[in-house]
């Protein structure tokens, strides 16, 4: 097992996977173009220590995971030069692996795993318990992948392999569509003020990712253009039958239309199961749910 990392961007999946693999035994070393976040990274425990530049950040690392913006993962693939293993965080990857210059030692990652804050100050070393780590094989070698597949699953990690282009069709349906939905429902409705204090929890779980960062958004959102648009138009044909079937009053079609999502939602059990848990404005409330957990002794 390799044993020094190399973290070039310590944002929230970049300082989380630096906690994560401090804990299994790793030594991390971290770069990021704003000091205040490399700090704060360093700080929370993802890093050993920090370096003043990337390439005295890579210097002999085993590993090295570009974790920055999807512009910069793509020109430093484009000049890097080491003998390290890399592999990035980008949520797009056919721009990535198109970039990869020649003896690079890459695999494409992607963590299916977020918040919705951003930085380094929302990272945790449980970020991915349980979560797909999507590890594409355009031009990597297999030795490079089984051993990034054995990293990401000893932090708890399930490793996927597709090519770079699959992921990309994938991800704009169960990634980048459900963003945009989220966007569009709350700018439709939330600025309507009668709405304001009435909205539930269906509507607050829908549109959960809408109060992420924008900041990285644009950019991945045009890289997957192509796959995107025709995503967008399912959806759009898909709220328009349910729109005529709404206004023709065809109450067989709206139930069987709800009967088969609600189906196909039942076989998506996802690994991790999030518990709200509502206390009361008093003393003592969250140790006592901290008691509760700790007898039920719950992972």
Known sequence: MMQTVSIIGTGLVGASVGMALRETGWTAIGWDTQPGALQLAADRGALDSMASSENEAIGDADLVVLAGPLRSIVES???????????????????????VGSGLRFVGGHPMAG???AGPAAATSALFRGAAWILTDDGA????????????????????RMAADEH?????SISHLPHLIATALVNRVAGDPSVRGLAAGSFRDLTRVAASD?????EVLVANRVHLSESLQGLVEELDTLRLAILEGDETSIHGQLG???????????????VRVVLQDKPGEISA???????SAVD
């Open 77 to 99: 693939v484009r000049t890097l030069q080491t003998g390290a293993l890399v592999t990035d965080v980008a949520g797009v990857k056919v721009p990535v692996v198109a970039a």
């Open 289 to 295: 749910v901290g008691r509760a957990l700790e007898d």
């Open 214 to 218: 924008p900041g990285f958004w644009p």
């Open 141 to 160: 070698q297999g030795g490079d992948i089984d051993e990034l597949a054995r990293i990401v699953t000893s932090i708890g990690a399930v490793p996927t």
């Open 115 to 117: 918040r919705e804050h």
């Open 260 to 274: 088969a999502a609600q189906s196909l939602r039942r076989d998506l059990a996802p690994p991790i199961v999030r």
């Open 168 to 172: 990309d069709r994938v991800v704009a």
